[in-house]
């Protein structure tokens, strides 16, 4: 699959590693079915898992519809499997080492919180994207701290990377964002968990104001 240079605007799938394999592939096939912008493999892998062999069919899937897919901070398994970039929670220590060992273009996104420096830092370093979390409280955001809505009105001031909004947001608290700028929405449980994710993904695409 042919890289793009842009992420495009709308959904942003978080996908569990850990859901059982069947039902996990299943659902971001249903997913898929609908319009999704990427999609990123959560570094939450079970002890003796075979992560190669999943992601190569979360690719497979994903780039028959030509989704790129993300891996949350294992950048080295850029090497072993066709994903097309790495998103990383933390800044990297040394992103130009990190690129010469990958040794082929990828996509790059970055966590943000309030501090504004990961934003000159992931401009610097030419990123494509950067995720603000968390939005809202959220189960699987509960490492991150709430991001003041005055940081990101500040970043689409200053700045004109890609801004996606993570961590909690669901169709019903999702109109709260129409006052901000920004790209799109990373949802990991509000699809995932769904036993209708076309209809899930329909309910935010219809509440996202882009």
Known sequence: MEIKNNIQKGIYL????????????KR?????????VA????????????IIPL???????????????FINNQWELLGEAPLDGVHFDEIPQDIKKIRRKIGKQFL???TCNNDLSWLSWAEKNRFDYISFCSIFP?????SCELVDFETIRKTKE????????????????????????YEGVA??????NSDRPQEAIQNYLKNLNL
């Open 138 to 142: 959220s189960s699987t955001s509960n």
């Open 187 to 192: 949802v990991v449980s509000g699809i995932m």
């Open 14 to 25: 978080v996908v569990d590693p850990s859901m059982e394999e069947t039902v996990l592939l």
């Open 158 to 181: 200053k700045s004109s990377l890609p801004v996606f909004l993570a961590g909690g947001i669901n169709p019903e608290n999702i109109n709260k964002l129409n006052e901000l700028d």
């Open 108 to 110: 790059t996104g970055l």
């Open 55 to 69: 992601i190569d069919k979360i690719c497979e899937l994903c780039h028959s519809r030509d989704v790129p897919v």
């Open 28 to 36: 971001i096939e249903q997913a898929l079915q609908e319009k999704i």
């Open 39 to 50: 999609v990123q493999v959560w570094d939450n892998f079970q002890a003796g898992q075979k």
